[in-house]
């Protein structure tokens, strides 16, 4: 057990809809990141928050949003979703921006129909 | 993009038999993490190794570092059954934007290794 944890661990939803991803990180760590592992892309990054700030974004679409809250915990907003969008959807988290080890939740699998 | 690349894509071995796989990437790197993932669930973190080390072991576990060659390899020793999973290498590659930095992971493809019993 990391110590992240991810919810809801599975979602099934249709082709528009929107739906939220929600994580908590390791107590103490202040960063936190979302990627997107699919089976034709890989492992992808998609953003980072710092402590309530954005602090980098990487291959995550317009339709994708995240924020991070005051408790740390962060959410990952999918919306116009797309099947091509069905993927497992993890959150990592670490202590400072870079250069530690990053710790995985369990992952969130979307199915869009 | 995909800075790793992993090889071999898969291993198939026999238990007690040792694993290796290797991983290069293109850029410079603070640091360089392996993985693993059983069967589309969670990735385990297994070791970092910094751009100033040259080897780290863990248990079964033992991590090389080139970075003149801009390359690592993982080898687990008297694998088990149990060490069947996806092995991933990680890149972390400090970067800065607005005089902050950023540390995203860079994944490789992975390595498929299946050990018999």
Known sequence: DSGVTQTPKHLITATGQRVTLRCSPRS???SVYWYQQSLDQ???FLIQYYNGEERAKGNILERFSAQQFPDLHSELNLSSLELGDSALYFCASSFRTSGDTQYFGPGTRLTVL | SQQGEEDPQA???QEGENATMNCSYKTSINNLQWYRQN???GLVHL???RSNEREKHSGRLR???DTSKKSSSLLI???RAADTASYFCATDARQYAGGTSYGKLTFGQGTI?????
């Open chain 2, 11 to 13: 291993l198939s071995i």
């Open chain 2, 113 to 117: 290794l299946t050990v018999h019993p």
């Open chain 1, 28 to 30: 103490g760590d202040l």
């Open chain 2, 77 to 79: 020793t008297a694998s």
């Open chain 2, 47 to 49: 070791i970092l190794i």
């Open chain 1, 42 to 44: 890989g492992l992808q």
């Open chain 2, 63 to 65: 991590v090389t570092l």
């Open chain 2, 39 to 41: 069967s589309g669930r």
